[in-house]
């Protein structure tokens, strides 16, 4: 089976730089997926890491070590509209992209 | 151009109904997913389908559940016999091609609350 791990909510202030971990153990291994959702909005892409390193896409960047089963995603200079939730998802080598979600951090930014 | 939309945004039934949610993907994706989303749970995977083809449904908690699509394009999610254990927000995306390198943009939900 597969399972992921995130924590369930990290505070940071505006300007700062926030790291939201997610530890994974999974067969079939086929990338690892960011997603951002805003309270009562869809979840929207952020990144994909097939290959480990580093991806970075402006104040957002990603991180992936496959032998570790580890992946974070690092936001800088945050303002008050990161204030989301944030899931790390597994693509499972299936034929299709299935993906299998963690449960998600709650990112609160404060002033 | 448009996104994934769903409709209705929210729905509330009586236990024991039949609820009908609907999803229009991006036009031109072939691929469809649905997923189910309990209050501060991640995503659970439902059904996929490629084209009307539903390659994988082994997401769905119970043979009360399913799900058809029709044209390449609308899908329809059928809960019969609703439970209070179903209220949660069901979302679907949509891919180009559903390969593992193309995004799934996600539609805003139909949250469903059953009494």
């Known amino acids: 089976g597969q399972s992921l791990e995130q924590p369930s909510e990290v505070t940071a202030v505006e300007g700062a730089i926030v790291q939201i971990n997610c530890t994974y153990q999974?067969?079939?291994?086929?990338?690892l997926f960011w997603y951002q959702q805003h309270a009562g909005e869809a979840p929207t892409f952020l990144s994909y890491?097939?290959?480990?390193g580093l991806e970075e896409k402006g104040r957002f960047s990603s991180f992936l070590s496959r032998s570790k089963g580890y992946s974070y995603l690092l936001l800088k200079e945050l303002q008050m509209k990161d204030s989301a939730s944030y899931f790390c998802?597994?693509?499972?080598?299936?034929?299709?992209?299935?993906?299998?979600f963690g449960t998600g951090t709650r990112l609160l930014v404060s002033p | 151009g448009a996104g994934v939309s769903q409709s209705p945004s929210n729905k509330v039934t009586e236990k024991g109904k039949d609820v009908e949610l609907r999803c229009d993907p991006i036009?031109?994706?072939?691929?469809l997913y649905w997923y189910r989303q309990s209050l501060g749970q991640g995503l659970e995977f439902l059904i996929y389908f490629q084209g009307n083809s539903a390659p994988d449904k082994s997401g769905l908690p119970s043979d009360r559940f399913s799900a058809e699509r029709t044209g390449g394009s609308v899908s329809t999610l059928t809960i019969q016999r609703t439970q209070q254990e179903d209220s949660a927000v069901y979302l679907c995306a949509s891919s180009f091609g559903g390969r593992a390198v193309d995004t799934q943009y996600f539609g805003p939900g139909t949250r469903l609350t059953v009494l």
């Open positions: 999974t067969s079939g291994f086929n990338g």
């Open positions: 036009s031109g994706h072939t691929a």
């Open positions: 998802a597994v693509g499972l080598n299936t034929g299709f992209q299935k993906l299998v």
């Open positions: 890491n097939v290959l480990d």
